[in-house]
């Protein structure tokens, strides 16, 4: 099974960015669609964004303004998350996650779908 590590967090101020990146053990083209997904102190997972492994089709939920994005480099077997004017209610643990899918243009978009999972980095913002 893939195993995936997240690396990239950490303190920042109101207004900055991070990029998040997610490592996977085994290669990504072909076999798994990408999520990343945030929990707060206190609240449920909650997804960000998802890429089909070909990175042709995107989703972000409705509910998220236009400050994160997600890419996928299938040659480094790597997800990334650039988040820009980061907010103090951004503050969570982010986890990427693996979809299992050989379609280039699936992507999951709840979590149950997908079956393997980070371990998180946690992202603090103040303000």
């Given at each position: 099974?893939?195993q995936?590590?997240?690396?990239?967090?950490?303190?920042?101020?109101?207004?900055?960015?991070?990029?998040?990146?997610?490592?996977?053990?085994?290669?990504?083209?072909?076999?798994y669609?990408?999520?990343?997904?945030?929990?707060?102190?206190?609240?449920?997972?909650?997804?960000?964004?998802?890429?089909?492994?070909?990175?042709?089709?995107?989703?972000?939920?409705?509910?998220?303004?236009?400050?994160?994005?997600?890419?996928?480099?299938?040659?480094?077997?790597?997800?990334?998350?650039?988040?820009?004017?980061?907010?103090?209610?951004?503050?969570?643990?982010y986890?990427?996650?693996?979809?299992?899918?050989?379609?280039?243009?699936?992507?999951?978009?709840?979590?149950?779908?997908?079956?393997?999972?980070?371990?998180?980095?946690?992202?603090?913002?103040?303000?």
């Amino acid at each position: 099974q893939v195993q995936l590590v997240e690396s990239g967090g950490g303190s920042v101020q109101t207004g900055a960015s991070l990029r998040l990146s997610c490592e996977a053990s085994e290669q990504l083209n072909g076999h798994y669609a990408m999520g990343w997904f945030r929990q707060a102190p206190g609240k449920g997972r909650e997804i960000l964004a998802a890429i089909s492994w070909s990175g042709l089709v995107t989703h972000y939920p409705d509910s998220m303004e236009d400050r994160f994005i997600i890419s996928i480099d299938n040659a480094k077997n790597a997800v990334y998350l650039q988040m820009n004017n980061l907010k103090p209610e951004d503050t969570a643990v982010y986890y990427c996650a693996a979809d299992a899918s050989s379609d280039s243009y699936y992507y999951g978009v709840a979590e149950y779908e997908y079956d393997y999972w980070g371990q998180g980095t946690q992202v603090t913002v103040s303000s």
